[in-house]
């Protein structure tokens, strides 16, 4: 049973006489006062996730993202019908996927995790209440809905899309790639990622202390929203310093941490602090980690033996095994392309620029500042999302 909750009731596989455009004035105006609803300071103190959410949708970057799409010499057309398949446990990235989709006037359908969270409710009565006054185009194009594990639903919105977009686990995209779709349409997935947090010892010791403390209430809101579960959550902490003994960096790093954690707010409840504990054990177990600290439920801190210990998988909200390298360049051969986000603080442009060219593609999609690892941007996971919801005819006169 299919349950709306954003647009109105119909038949989804139905052709529609409707026609948007790549950035059509109608969607432009709806997103924009989404984005009024999402940055009220109400909504903004509940949920501050939904603040970067507001500011992706304010009429100045829509404008910009439409010019993007539209640049080169070919002609631009919506893609077509798009079904986006988002994640429950980052309960505001569908509507950047499906808000992007919209822009470049697709008619879209967003399958809502049944498992999302308060954020994801909060976002759905703002969408109503934006419809109420949008032009009816957008209730008939655009659905949010909800339903159980229903596979004859799923295959038939498959058969109905030209382009899929899966968000979750290499698991999900699997069960979800069962359902085929026509011989034109294709997927666009997004699978299992892992991200990174280096510290250049040197920067560290060479910022002030406000540049410090700014450093770790940036990385305690990439880590500690979501639960550390996203994919551009770091999952490791590398320092990296030629001298031997950074024992008073990752000290203080820490310290400040349990400060920040503790002002902020986030805790992390006692059966997450159990499976923390336990995960951790089990790392150890497999002589990955040489010492652990457990200093409050909201941190734990592990020392890794060596970078390829790593872990990959999800720990626990507050879990940061620490290792140490002599340079950015040590890391090369660890990474591969199931890493994601790597956030860094304290590096030069010129450290940070060697360490993407040795790169060269081959792991690591995203190098960004602490604070900025659950910034969406347009391009995301190596894609250039605007042009992939898009189509393209060349006119040779």
Known sequence: MIQ???????????PSDDRLTVGDPRVVDFLAKLARKLLAPAVA?????????????????????????RQGDALVFPRGNVFHIPPANVDTIFVYSWA????????????????SATAADTILT???????????????????????RDDAVTAA??????LRV?????????????????????????????SWAALSADGWRASDPAKRRAAV????????WFDQAACSSPRAVFIVGEDADVSDVREEFVELLLETVDQRGWEIDAAMAVEKRVNAYGMAATGAVSSMEFPANTVTAMSLITVPDAPRRWIGAGAFPFAQVGSLLELVPAMNRQDQTFSHFGFTSEQLR???????????????PFGSALTFGSIWDGYDLPREFTRLTTLVE
């Open 4 to 14: 709306y909750r954003f647009g109105v009731e119909g038949d989804l596989t139905a």
């Open 45 to 69: 103190r509940r949920h501050p996730e939904l603040g970067s959410l507001g500011f992706f949708l304010r009429p100045a970057e829509l404008h910009r993202t439409v010019e993007h799409m």
């Open 100 to 115: 992007l989709s919209a822009l470049a006037g697709n008619h879209n359908v967003v399958r809502i995790s049944e498992r």
């Open 126 to 148: 703002a969408l109503n209440e934006v419809l109420a006054d949008a032009d009816p185009v957008i209730a008939r194009t655009q659905r949010m809905i909800t339903y159980g």
């Open 157 to 162: 919105l498959s058969k109905w899309a030209d």
């Open 166 to 194: 899966i968000w979750g686990g290499d698991s999900a995209v699997e069960a979800i790639r069962k359902h085929p779709l026509r011989p034109s349409a294709r997927d666009l997935t997004f699978p299992d990622r892992t």
């Open 217 to 224: 209430l940036g990385f305690t809101n990439d880590s500690y």
């Open 354 to 368: 060697e360490f993407a060219l040795a790169l060269g593609g081959r792991g690591v999609d995203r190098i960004v």
